[in-house]
């Protein structure tokens, strides 16, 4: 399998503008996160999928962030309007149901915010 | 809700053996698990501890106690490119992982 695949890579943008992050889990994958890692912070989750439904989202930092999941291979995280304080890298991960302890994260998409 | 505390910093030379540790306030265990991260990097699994007891996987062993809500990640024969941040997590009522706030390991020469 390919891993998780993230994209973009890497965004700059400007303070306004909208921002959409993608991810593709690992195929058979039950459960899909979006984290957040900043030096302040660390890694934040923000919201988690089982089976395509939102769990948790009570780290999303505000209502400028929504994420969907509209298949079992797709994820959006979109942030509307971006501000420079959302400059971050920002990770997906998938895992398998069961007692594993283990996420799968993908290589992450660097955020600035000019 | 969950918290993790782990030094921020630590440093040691080639082939010495070095112990992060984790403790962990949690208002319910499911287990503990151990994530690298190279500069620039993604996070990678090392290891998951649900049972007390010591775990090894090569190099690096990692060590459970529920009764004193404490892990550790044992490093032997260091190398270079063990330089990293760990992170310790704890799953938050399920598959929800909670992570410490990084140990970033400098192996020095």
């Known amino acids: 399998d390919a891993g998780v695949i993230q994209s973009p890579r890497h965004e700059v943008t400007e303070m306004g503008q909208e921002v959409t992050l993608r991810c593709k889990p690992i195929?058979?994958?039950?459960?899909l996160f979006w984290y957040r890692q900043t030096m302040m912070r660390g890694l934040e989750l923000l919201i988690y999928?089982?089976?395509?439904?939102?769990?948790?989202d009570s780290g999303m930092p505000e209502d400028r962030f929504s994420a969907k999941m509209p298949n079992a291979s797709f994820s959006t995280l979109k942030i509307q309007p971006s501000e420079p304080r959302d400059s971050a890298v920002y990770f997906c991960?998938?895992?398998?149901?069961?007692?594993?302890?283990?996420?799968?994260f993908g290589e992450g998409s660097r955020l600035t915010v000019l | 809700g969950q918290s993790l505390e782990q030094p921020s910093e630590v440093t040691a030379v080639e082939g010495a053996i070095v112990q992060i540790n984790c403790t962990y306030q949690?208002?319910?265990?499911?287990?503990l698990s151990w994530y690298q991260q190279h500069d620039g990097g993604a996070p990678t699994f090392l290891s998951y501890n649900a049972l007390d007891g010591l775990e090894e996987t090569g190099r690096f062993s990692s060590f459970l106690s529920r009764s004193d809500s404490y892990g550790y990640l044992l490093l032997q024969e260091l190398q270079m490119k063990d330089s990293a941040s760990y992170f310790c997590a704890v799953p938050n009522y399920g598959q929800n992982f909670v992570f410490g706030p990084g140990t970033r390991l400098s192996v020095l020469p």
């Open positions: 991960a998938s895992s398998l149901q069961g007692d594993t302890g283990e996420l799968f």
């Open positions: 999928f089982n089976n395509n439904v939102p769990i948790d």
């Open positions: 949690t208002s319910g265990f499911y287990g």
């Open positions: 195929s058979g994958h039950d459960y």
